[in-house]
């Protein structure tokens, strides 16, 4: 059964400073990874999708970096805004049309 | 629609009552999936649709819940005689095709209190 862990459960850093997320699964025969966030109170928005064969992905200050063979992901950040604050989730596809299973999250703020 | 639409937001109700959840995908999108995320709790898979029929409805929890889809489009979770422990948050998502190859886009969810 596939397992999906993130830490820190919570991180706070000042504004401006670059940060590391952490996404680990325990079986690595997965189809895709997915970054999503969630803002309290909404739904998720997807971040960035990065598939089995690709190492990383990059979307403005965001780049999420996959190591399939290890079971790890990680999400940069850089250049923290205030506007960065929310709970960050993964996601992983093991090849079924439907099954995405999630980590419980890291919940990011960012201070002035 | 611009985006994936549910309602209603915010469902209070008695246990032992039925309640109806209702999702309405982005336009064009085949694939639905419902989810649910309990505080604390990371998002667990309750059921997916592929136009108007359930390939994988293995994430729900017991034979309370069910869920329809109606003209490849609108989809309603119903969830009979609530429990209190059915108290979460309902989110729906859809995407073009399948999580193998796409984004999913969420809705901002159901958030249901059974007392």
């Known amino acids: 059964k596939q397992e999906v862990t993130q830490i820190p459960a919570a991180l706070s850093v000042p504004e401006g400073e670059n940060l590391v997320l952490n996404c680990s699964f325990t079986d690595s025969a997965i189809y895709n990874l997915q970054w999503f966030r969630q803002d309290p109170g909404k739904g998720l928005t997807s971040l960035l999708l990065i598939q089995s064969s690709q190492r990383e992905q990059t979307s403005g200050r965001l780049n999420a970096s996959l190591d399939k063979s290890s079971g790890r992901s990680t999400l940069y950040i850089a250049a923290s805004q205030p506007g960065d604050s929310a709970t960050y989730l993964c996601?992983?596809?093991?090849?079924?049309?439907?099954?995405?299973?999630f980590g419980t999250g890291t919940r990011l703020q960012v201070t002035l | 629609g611009a985006g994936v639409s549910q309602s209603p937001s915010n469902k209070v109700t008695e246990k032992g009552k039925d309640v109806e959840l209702r999702c309405d995908p982005i336009?064009?999108?085949?694939?639905l999936y419902w989810y649910r995320q309990s505080l604390g709790q990371g998002l667990e898979f309750l059921i997916y649709f592929q136009g108007n029929s359930a390939p994988d409805k293995s994430g729900l929890p017991s034979d309370r819940f069910s869920a329809e889809r109606t003209g490849g489009s609108v989809s309603t979770l119903t969830i009979q005689r609530t429990q209190q422990e059915d108290s979460a948050v309902y989110l729906c998502a859809s995407s073009l095709g399948t999580v193998t190859n796409e984004k999913l886009f969420f809705g901002s969810g159901t958030q249901l209190s059974v007392l």
């Open positions: 336009s064009g999108h085949t694939a």
């Open positions: 996601a992983v596809n093991t090849g079924t049309a439907s099954k995405l299973t």
